[in-house]
């Protein structure tokens, strides 16, 4: 089972910035949280990770709470094209692989 | 595109074929995956392999056949399938986990829509 809680849909409007939570409560201290999203019918493309710090790349910025119980993705300034379902997801380690377990995530629509 | 491809994109199939799903990635990557997609469900992996062996077999019915024959292809063989089998079939790489865990990120190819009929 997926180690991640998200809401099921949020909207956005465009040229705002999209916040989108993740509470992962059980989290151990060695597992990373990544984001993948995957518009319509197409491979989950990877967005960011982290690990207790915050993170930023070119698509969004990576908020981990200080406990490390939650984090938010957040999209800066939201387009037509970000609408996507985006998952947030524990990595598990162990053995010869690190798995990724996906969840339901939150289906993002962004409004003109 | 993120250096992982699939062939074909679409599929559709009797369930009395043979077909083989083809996955290829140009990242230099170590670790290769299968994941299913249902029609409403979250990815499930199926199988994974790591410099060409396989390390993860997700209790997946004998009618899937993976190979992997180096690390830079990887397939599933298909026969006699189900119409429940419909699905999108998506392949993934990776560094492997012998790489440090910050920097084995799994990138995602377009899939295979498989239809059976």
């Known amino acids: 089972d997926a180690k991640t809680t998200q809401p099921p849909s949020m909207d956005c409007a465009e040229g705002r910035a999209a916040n989108l939570p993740c509470n992962h409560s059980?989290?151990?201290?060695?597992?990373?949280v990544y984001w993948y999203r995957q518009i319509h019918s197409q491979g989950p493309q990877y967005i960011i990770h982290?690990?207790?710090n915050n993170e930023t790349n070119e698509m969004a910025s990576l908020i981990i709470t200080e406990d490390r119980k939650s984090s938010t993705l957040i999209l800066p300034h939201a387009t037509l094209r970000d609408t996507a379902v985006y998952y947030c997801?524990?990595?598990?380690?162990?053995?010869?692989?690190?798995?990724?377990?996906f969840g339901t995530g939150t289906l993002l629509a962004v409004q003109p | 595109e993120t250096g992982v491809t699939q062939t074909p994109r679409h599929l559709v199939m009797g369930m009395t074929n043979k077909k083989s799903l083809k996955c290829e990635q140009h990242l230099g990557h170590n670790a290769m995956y299968w994941y299913k997609q249902s029609a409403k469900k979250p990815l499930e992996l199926m199988f994974v392999y790591s410099l060409e062996e396989r390390v993860e077999n997700n209790s997946v019915p004998s009618r899937f056949s993976p190979e992997c024959p180096n690390s830079s292809h990887l397939f599933l063989h298909l026969h006699t399938l189900q119409p429940e089998d419909s699905a999108l079939y998506l392949c993934?790489?990776?560094?492997?986990?012998?790489?440090?865990?910050?920097?084995?990120?799994?990138?995602f190819g377009p899939g295979t829509r498989l239809t059976v009929l």
């Open positions: 997801i524990v990595r598990v380690f162990g053995g010869a692989t690190n798995k990724l377990i």
């Open positions: 993934a790489s990776s560094q492997g986990s012998q790489f440090p865990a910050s920097t084995d990120t799994q990138y």
């Open positions: 982290g690990l207790k």
């Open positions: 059980t989290i151990s201290g060695n597992e990373y």
